[in-house]
């Protein structure tokens, strides 16, 4: 039994290993407070797929929705793929996320209760499947933002006086 434990270990640290980043939410980590994460599959026409493999997707407008307890990726734009001729997608609309009963519950009740927001951080292939990782987040206001560039540039400039003070060899 141990020894399958291990395995399992190893498979998942292989996984993350071979997980292949197409897209990422860089606006969304000034703009919010991520508390949780959580990663999903997506439902889509073989045409956005090829599409998202070409890396022509942009999340940063995008939101996550709970509807009648289905979850729903909104504003996502999906660029149209030019050798799907008449079988390409509509570019904008709505895709369901694949998610356990149990997570959707944990996501959209802790997003109802506590006031926060649901929105996709990054779009990545694992073994070959589309999957999107939403964040449970809670929106910065501007004097955070301020705060947190502030403290960033602190933590630069202190390592930049280690490296400097630090003896040569």
């Known amino acids: 039994m141990a020894r399958q434990h291990k395995d399992q270990k190893k498979n998942a640290a292989a996984g993350d290993e071979l997980r292949q980043i197409v897209?990422?939410?860089r606006r969304a980590r000034h703009d919010y407070e991520i508390i949780d994460q959580l990663d999903c599959g997506m439902v889509?026409?073989?045409?956005?797929v090829k599409s998202v493999?070409?890396?022509?997707i942009q999340i940063e407008e995008a939101y996550v929705r709970v509807d009648y307890g289905e979850v729903w990726l909104v504003g996502c734009d999906i660029a149209e793929y030019a050798q799907a001729s008449i079988y390409n997608h509509d570019r904008r609309r709505?895709?369901?996320l694949l998610l356990k009963r149990r997570e959707i519950r944990k996501f959209a009740e802790s997003a109802d209760k506590n006031g926060l927001t649901l929105i996709p951080l990054q779009v990545f292939f694992q073994r070959g499947i589309a999957k999107l990782r939403?964040?449970?987040c809670r929106g910065r206001k501007l004097?955070?933002?301020?705060?947190?560039?502030k403290e960033t540039a602190?933590?630069?400039e202190?390592?930049?006086a280690r490296m400097k003070a630090a003896p040569r060899r």
């Open 154 to 156: 602190d933590r630069r």
């Open 134 to 136: 939403i964040g449970l």
């Open 53 to 56: 493999r070409n890396s022509k």
């Open 44 to 48: 889509l026409t073989g045409s956005e």
């Open 143 to 149: 004097h955070d933002k301020r705060q947190r560039l």
């Open 23 to 25: 897209t990422t939410n």
């Open 158 to 160: 202190m390592r930049a």
């Open 94 to 96: 709505k895709r369901k």
